[in-house]
Each structure stands twice: as C-alpha cells, then as structure tokens.
C-alpha cells in the first residue's frame, strides 16, 4: 500500500464516519489502527453488522406476518400450490415511467397466480412507494380477483401502479407458447 506523504487529517484507530466526512469535503484522511480492522468494532462487528442482521430478521418477520394475512411470497405459493401450478410475473422497476423520473429505479413487483383460473394468490413488491401499491393488491385478493380484472384496470400514467397491470398482463402472454 502506498502511503501519501501528506494528507488533511490522521486518524488513529476507530473513526471511519470522519474519515467519510472528510471525503465528501474534499480532504484526504489516513486511517491507521494496529490490528488491520479499519472502522473499529462498530464496523466490523458492532453496530453495521449487527443492524444488518436485525433488519434481516425484521424482512422475515414481516413476510410471516403477511402470510397471515394471507400475501403470500412466490416460494410459499409454490410450496402451498406446487410448482406447476402457479405463474409468477413481474414488473421492474427500471422500465417504470415514474421510478426513472424519480431515479429510484430499483425495486420489482412480483404477481403471483393460480395457473387454473388466473386469480391473484400474491403479491410482492420492493422499492419506492411499495406500501401504496400493497392496498390495491390487497383489495385484489380480498374480493378473488385475478390477472383479467388487474390486467383491465386503468391506474393512471405516470403512476408506479401501471406496473401492476403490466405484470398482470404478462400473466397472459405467459400462456402463450
Ligand atoms: C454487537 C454490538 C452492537 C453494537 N451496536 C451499537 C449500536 O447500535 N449503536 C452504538 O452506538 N453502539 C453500538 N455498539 C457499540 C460500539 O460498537 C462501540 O461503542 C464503539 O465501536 C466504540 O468505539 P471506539 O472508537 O471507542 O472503540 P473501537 O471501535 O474499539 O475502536 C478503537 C480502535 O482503536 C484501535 N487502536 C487501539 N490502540 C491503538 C493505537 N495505539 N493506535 C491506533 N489505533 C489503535 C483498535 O484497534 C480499534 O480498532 C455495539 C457493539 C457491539 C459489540
């Protein structure tokens, strides 16, 4: 590694948050600590990690707590329904007229229906404004309906919701072969 002969600040030991500071003001920082675990124990095994690790476990709590509801997961309809039963579409984020025009184009909406009749057994979205398109979905399952009537339905443009008919839509052309 090469050492600059000159930089703005030395740190010595934990103190990553100034050393990010300092590089979003456009100074130089040398972080030097003797055992090699640059940031400290909150970095490396205190605070960052254990958050992760929290927020993993309060992800599955909640997709728990939606099955009850009865929202349910690709995997779970899977599980519940078998494999060959169900179609599972999607709408990305990246090609959503809203998203890009808010630059947050990360993010999907998963559909999942019974192969059969089409009805609606699930929903899952992640990415920007996900909890105002979990009401229409929930609406859906509640009253029975299906890829048809979410296929049907006009939300409105440039409105994140068009991708739930987007992917209700591809419901039916993944019945073509
Ligand atoms: C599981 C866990 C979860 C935690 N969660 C949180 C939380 O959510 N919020 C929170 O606020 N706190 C949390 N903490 C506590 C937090 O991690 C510590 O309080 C914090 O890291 C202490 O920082 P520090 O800079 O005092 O010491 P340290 O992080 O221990 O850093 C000291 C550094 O100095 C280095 N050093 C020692 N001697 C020298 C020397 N002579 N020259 C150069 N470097 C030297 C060491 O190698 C070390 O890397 C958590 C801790 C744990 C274990």
């Known amino acids: 590694m090469t050492v600059p002969a000159q930089v703005?600040?030395?740190?010595?030991?934990?103190?990553?948050?100034?050393?990010?500071?300092?590089?979003?003001?456009?100074?130089?920082?040398?972080?030097?600590?003797?055992?090699?675990?640059?940031?400290?124990?909150c970095l490396a095994e205190g605070c960052v990690p254990s958050k992760a690790v929290r927020e993993a476990a309060l992800v599955r709590g909640l997709a728990d707590k939606f099955a009850h509801f009865g929202l349910r997961g690709a995997a779970q309809a899977e599980a519940a329904f078998g494999a060959s039963a169900v179609a599972v579409t999607h709408d990305d984020y990246a090609t959503d007229s809203r998203a890009q025009i808010y630059g947050e184009t990360l993010g999907f909406i998963k559909l999942v229906f019974d192969l059969r009749n089409g009805l609606l057994l699930g929903a899952q979205i992640a990415g920007m404004d996900a909890a105002q398109l979990i009401a229409p979905l929930a609406l859906a399952l509640e009253q029975g309906l299906g890829a048809a009537a979410l296929a049907d339905t006009a939300f409105p443009h440039p409105m994140l919701s068009e991708g739930i008919n987007k992917a209700a839509r591809a419901f039916f052309s993944s019945l073509s072969p």
């Open 8 to 41: 703005d600040c030395l740190i010595l030991g934990a103190g990553y948050p100034a050393a990010l500071f300092l590089a979003q003001a456009g100074k130089s920082a040398l972080m030097v600590d003797p055992i090699g675990n640059l940031g400290g124990d």
